[in-house]
């Protein structure tokens, strides 16, 4: 029975610890920025878009010489 209360009174410090926190960052203006995150996703980051198996877009032909030169590696030719 102890330890039931000694539970409740540490899960009342630490939802007081978050209740602080969450006022402490509304009075500093952490959540005063509304229209940034509406239009963050029209501004281009620079960064290329991945496929959905998570690799790099595949080149486009122009590329295959630079493709080739970092491709050749150690490669015996089965002789």
Do not use: C
Not at 11 to 35: C, E, H, I
Not at 50 to 71: I, L, M, Q, V, W
Request: glycine residues 10%.
């Amino acid at each position: 029975m102890y330890i039931m209360f000694v539970l409740i009174g540490f899960s009342l410090l630490v939802a007081l610890t978050f209740l602080g926190l969450y006022l402490w960052a509304v009075r500093t203006g952490q959540f005063d920025d509304k229209y940034t995150p509406s239009v963050r996703m029209l501004f281009d980051d620079g960064t290329k878009p991945r496929e959905a198996n998570g690799s790099e877009p595949h080149e486009e032909d122009g590329d295959k010489d630079s493709n080739e030169r970092t491709n050749t590696g150690d490669r015996s030719n089965g002789s």
